[in-house]
């Protein structure tokens, strides 16, 4: 079983910046993939950026890019994600997201979530 707990959220003003951070424990075999999504009130979840982990690629949602970076943090065994010039529209509760890929079965692990709230 795999425990994702996320950190760095909170209320900032429009343009201002958040890291979020998310560390994971457990049994950590083989990550495929490491992300980040978010939901708004109203609104279904959405993927906001993730690392395929063994193709070392990065994907991003069109409404974050050049504004979000998501990298992954090896001695957490977890990821961040640095939000930038944040918008009112960025305002969600962030879930951590872990996939794992062992003997060709698939586990994935979700973190609790943690708010972002931003508002003048």
């Known amino acids: 079983q795999v425990h994702l707990v996320e950190s760095g959220g909170g209320l900032v003003q429009p343009g201002e910046s958040l890291r979020l951070s998310c560390a994971a424990s457990g049994r950590l075999v083989r990550i495929a993939v490491l992300g980040w999504y978010r939901q708004a009130p109203g609104k279904e979840r959405e993927l906001v950026a993730r690392?395929?982990?063994?193709?070392?690629?990065?994907n991003y949602a069109d409404s974050v890019k050049g504004r979000f970076t998501i990298s992954r943090e090896v001695v957490k065994n977890g990821v961040s994600l640095q939000m930038n010039n944040l918008k009112p529209e960025d305002t969600a509760v962030y879930s951590c997201y872990l996939r794992q890929v062992i003997g060709g079965d698939s586990y994935e692990s979700w973190g609790q979530g943690i708010q972002v709230t931003v508002s003048s």
């Open positions: 690392i395929l982990v063994p193709a070392r690629e990065t």
